[in-house]
């Protein structure tokens, strides 16, 4: 089993639904990550949580919400999907120092 | 503000033609950078991390560079099965740093055919 997985793997919305993307890790890592990729821009962090208490918004939280429900569990919501969200997400988890990042293998969401 | 820029774009090689990714930086205070590997369809694989000017690090036909500005990953007698998105990332240390943030270039995707 992967040290990160990620479901569902992939995702086609309409405009205006709530949809939900899990996370859940193995790893035993307390900081967990979730970045959104889109073609020329390269990984940009949208929220990341120290533990279960800690929660806090990256560069473009906007739109998004997430919850850690659990050491190994931390899900991305997006309240009302919109077109320009479309793109390839991806959960991480760190250890203490932040420095051995393990990437789930993405969830590509098409919002239509 | 902590920036992180890749060069080329994209990148053909002819096997066993070797070359160099590019990845220059501008971040307040370095705690580390980093190279990753991506496959299409896959998260981002984890290739080196360097943390001093000067340092050095390698991996069969991959060897990584730091200077105070800039990174590079240089590629020994490419095979296509080193096709792929390779990302520079950088971690900055004071306030961003704490958070484990990574900071990423657009990537460089090399293509290297037989």
């Known amino acids: 089993d992967a040290d990160v997985t990620q479901t569902p793997r992939n995702r086609i919305t309409k405009t205006g639904k709530r949809i939900m993307l899990e996370c859940s890790q ?87 | ?47 080196f991390t360097l943390y001093s000017a000067g340092e050095e690090k390698e991996k069969e036909r991959l060897k990584a560079t730091l200077t105070k500005k800039e990174s590079f990953l240089h590629i020994t007698a490419p095979k296509p099965e080193d096709s792929a998105t390779y990302l520079c990332a950088v971690q900055a240390s004071g306030g961003s740093g704490n958070t484990g943030k990574l900071i990423f270039g657009q990537g460089t995707t090399l293509q290297v055919k037989p």
């Open chain 2, 1 to 47: 503000e902590d920036q992180v820029t890749q060069s080329p774009e994209a990148l053909r090689l002819q096997e066993g033609e070797s070359s160099s990714l590019n990845c220059s930086y501008t971040v307040s205070g370095l705690r580390g950078l980093f190279w990753y590997r991506q496959d299409p369809g896959k998260g981002p694989e984890f290739l």
């Open chain 1, 26 to 112: 193995t790893k035993g890592h307390d900081r967990m990550y979730w970045y959104r990729q889109d073609p020329g821009l390269g990984l940009r962090l949208i929220y990341y949580s120290f533990d279960v208490k800690d929660i806090n918004k990256g560069e473009i939280s906007d739109g998004y919400s997430v919850s850690r429900q659990a050491q190994a569990k931390f899900s991305l919501s997006l309240e009302s999907a919109i077109p320009n969200q479309t793109a390839l997400y991806f959960c991480a988890t760190s250890d203490l120092g932040g420095i051995g990042y393990t990437f789930g293998s993405g969830t590509r969401l098409t919002v239509v």
